[in-house]
């Protein structure tokens, strides 16, 4: 871990109702009910479906944004939810992921879990570790694994406000989607918002309004 590294989400979108999710998680619903239409904003973005999202050139505000979800970012950190739909103790190593043999990150992905499980190594250089002990032993095991990168908390919702309560979150953007869930997961729960950061960017793309967040 060096000095200038951050800890970072891009990407995260929310309903214009605040919810990260939809109600009813499960297999078929891996974000719960009409979840998958938080991310309709990005999925047709040119570099949402590059093959190579770094090299690509920006076409359009969304497109811009959905870049910084790759620019420098050398590890994930994910709640075990965000994973796959295990709960409790694993009954197997048969699951590696929603995402196939090749997963999208090509790098050490830290899975946070109160169970404990080897490390699964992916095609594409991506990693999969499962980290027991906390949201801050997996801030620092991966911003050391991202080999002088910064560090992405791609989510869900509750892992993401985990780290924002902590103060341990140095850079945040996020998307609203124009879509009403009515219920299902938020992330400013409880009343709390954001305590410690304010919004210091509100910009409006073709098909979300993203909005930045960095300590107060």
């Not at 999925?43 to 949402?48: E, H």
């Not at 811009?64 to 190593?93: K, L």
């Not at 219920?183 to 210091?200: A, H, I, M, Q, S």
Request: proline share 7%; aromatic share 10%; with cysteine.
């Amino acid at each position: 871990m060096t000095t200038t590294q951050k800890l970072r989400v891009h990407m995260f979108s929310v309903s214009v109702d605040g919810y990260g999710a939809g109600p009813d998680q499960s297999i078929e619903n891996p974000l719960g009910i009409g979840g998958e239409s938080l991310h309709d904003w990005a999925v047709v973005t040119p570099t949402f479906n590059a093959d190579d999202p770094i090299a690509a050139a920006p076409a359009g505000v969304d497109d811009e944004y959905v870049q910084r979800n790759w620019r420098n970012i050398g590890a994930t950190i994910m709640g075990r939810n965000m994973f796959g739909p295990v709960r409790g103790d694993w009954p197997d190593e048969n699951w590696t992921g929603w995402w196939g043999p090749n997963p999208p990150y090509h790098h050490p992905v830290f899975v946070l879990t109160h169970h404990a499980r080897p490390s699964v190594e992916m095609a594409g250089g991506t990693t999969f570790h499962f980290v027991t002990d906390g949201i801050e032993s997996a801030r620092e095991q991966a911003l050391a694994a991202a080999d002088g990168k910064d560090a992405l908390v791609a989510g869900g919702a509750a892992t993401i406000r985990q780290y924002l309560r902590a103060g341990l979150i140095d850079e945040m953007e996020i998307a609203i989607s124009p879509i009403l869930l009515g219920g299902g997961e938020r992330l400013f729960d409880e009343g709390v918002g954001v305590p410690g950061y304010r919004c210091t960017g509100f910009t409006a793309g073709e098909n979300a309004v993203h909005a930045r967040f960095e300590p107060a």
